[in-house]
């Protein structure tokens, strides 16, 4: 059957728009086939954008919180009102099951309701005489232009985490998706467009440079957020150093799970499950390392290894009762199959370890045992369905092996013991911790964001409004 190729523009002040850059081809990752053709768009469509977005700042200014607030909710709607068409869309670009691109869409609605209320909660501290005869004022005032650039892993769910606080805050955006899968975003554009001004909310698709990297150098945007790899971060700090402009980093993990001696090893199992192969492993709060009690390190690993060989990994499009569909592309499958040819020769791969069929992307759920704390599979992000098994004699020892790597987005602890587990979650040096839990719950009103390489800044919550906002000092004098 042949596939209907659909073309996109760039988004930009209101109409479609062709770059003269030509385009690129987007692939379903379970088959390899193109279904879209998006812009290759260059640096002139980003100073385009800018243009329009300068254009439209002035009059968006003059929008009041209960405004801003009432179009949110819209678009809230709109995400409800489209739900199933995004979640396919997602699902076929991504290559993710349809029971987690359904999921996505409520919560990402639920965000930008939250990002609604968010509008009308935004204040300064201050309205009083701190030196007399003057009176000082505290402003909290948007940024201006913003720019938000996404992976491809949760494509909508990015972009939303990044507009709700951006438009509550009272800035205009310009977003940049990831190339591999721009296609949700310019869907949410499109219906958005019912909703927003134009040049409030634009999109120009294309690759990492030139694209990204024209909005970092923009002198006219004040704010970079982005979702993506510690790598990418790092230059993006760099290149936005010289504008000096604000740059908020989500960037990779390598969370641990720390699974103490009392934990249920049945309930170990299914989070290693859910925690591990979820969306393919390609995730950045991903429980990439199981760490078990020696007690009970047999017990957990004979469980999990027949969860996981219980996964049905497929096509999406198969059947709604696929757990696993593939990894994003070619790159990403050789990447992955990459870190499994480099095991040390004490690592054991105790399930998976190989590529799945001849057609598509798809590796088969790994688990490896036996890895040493410093080998490159324990250290490094792998961003697929790969999990490594470490024993450990204390809870101490288990602590030290948790916080040993670069990262410090996300991990948990399993344990019986409320204090045990609370004790632990003190010392795990990473922005969330789950207890007897791993990958949720997320809630709109909690932070998301990492420590240590895992970059700076939070998504969601109130929190996130401090990225979005600057605060201004205004002095009056009284006579
Ligand atoms: P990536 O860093 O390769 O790409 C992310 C985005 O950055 C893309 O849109 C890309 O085009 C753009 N980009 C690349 N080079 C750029 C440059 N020089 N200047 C400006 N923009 C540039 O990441 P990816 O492979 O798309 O996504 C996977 C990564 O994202 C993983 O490391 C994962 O852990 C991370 N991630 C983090 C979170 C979080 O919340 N911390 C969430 C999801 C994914």
Redesign the pocket.
């Known amino acids: 059957m042949s596939v209907t190729v659909q073309q996109h523009k760039n988004f930009i002040g209101g109409e479609w728009v062709e770059s003269d850059g030509g385009t690129m081809e987007v692939l379903n990752p379970s088959t390899g086939e193109t279904i879209a053709e998006v812009q290759r768009s260059t640096e002139a469509d980003v100073g385009r954008a800018v243009d329009a977005a300068k254009k439209a700042l002035p009059d968006w200014l003059e929008k009041t919180p209960k405004d801003r607030m009432e179009l949110l909710l819209k678009l809230a709607d709109v995400l409800d009102e489209n739900a199933e068409e995004l979640a396919k869309l997602e699902s076929v670009n991504v290559g993710k099951p349809m029971s987690i691109a359904v999921d996505e869409i409520p919560f990402s609605a639920d965000n930008l309701r939250f990002f609604a209320g968010a509008a009308r909660t935004l204040e300064g501290k201050a309205g009083a005489e701190y030196v007399e005869g003057y009176t000082s004022i505290i402003r909290r005032e948007p940024l201006g232009i913003v720019a938000g ?6 494509p909508l769910m ?1 972009v939303v985490w990044k507009l709700g606080p951006a438009l509550a805050g009272g800035n205009v955006q310009i977003l ?5 899968t721009p296609l949700t975003t310019l869907r949410f554009v499109e219906l958005a467009q019912e909703v927003l001004p134009p040049g409030v909310l634009q999109v120009v698709t294309g ?3 030139p ?3 024209a ?2 150098r923009s002198p006219d945007i004040s704010l ?1 957020s ?8 790092k ?2 700090a760099r ?1 936005a150093a010289d504008t000096l402009k604000r740059v908020h980093l ?4 390598k969370a641990p799970m720390v699974v103490l001696d009392d934990a249920d090893p049945e309930q170990v199992a299914e989070a290693i499950k859910i925690g591990g192969y979820w969306n393919s492993g ?4 991903a429980s990439s390392r199981i760490l078990v009690n020696q007690s009970i390190y047999d017990d957990v690993l004979d469980r999990a290894k027949a969860v996981v060989e219980a996964m049905k990994v497929a096509d999406p499009a198969d059947g709604d009762d696929v757990d696993m569909g593939p990894v994003i592309s070619k790159d990403q499958q050789d990447r992955v199959l990459g870190f499994l040819e480099r095991l040390d020769s004490t690592a054991t791969v105790v399930t998976g370890g190989a590529a799945l069929g001849d057609r598509g992307f798809f590796v088969k759920p790994t688990i490896v045992a036996d890895v040493t704390q410093e080998s490159e599979i324990v250290q490094r ?1 792998v ?1 697929g369905p790969v999990v490594t098994m470490q024993r450990f004699a204390s809870d101490d020892e288990a602590i030290a092996m948790a916080n040993d790597v670069r990262y410090g ?1 996300a991990a948990s602890v399993f344990s019986q013991n409320v204090g045990r587990a609370l004790n632990a979650a003190r010392k795990l040096d990473f922005g969330t911790v789950w207890v007897n839990e791993h990958l949720f719950p997320l809630a709109s009103e909690m932070p ?3 420590f240590k390489e ?2 700076y800044g939070k ?1 969601m919550s109130l929190y996130s409004m401090e990225e979005y906002t600057r605060i201004k000092h205004v002095a009056v004098k009284l006579s």
Do not use: R
């Not at 989500?250 to 993990?253: A, K, V, W």
């Open positions: 650039i996404t992976p491809w892993n949760y990015m940049k998706p990831a190339e591999q690759d990492g440079v694209v990204g990297d909005l970092v970079v982005l979702t993506g790899d510690v790598e990418t971060g230059l993006i290149n989500e960037l990779g993990g390609q995730d950045c709060t992000e961003f987005l998301h964001g990492g895992s970059g998504d």
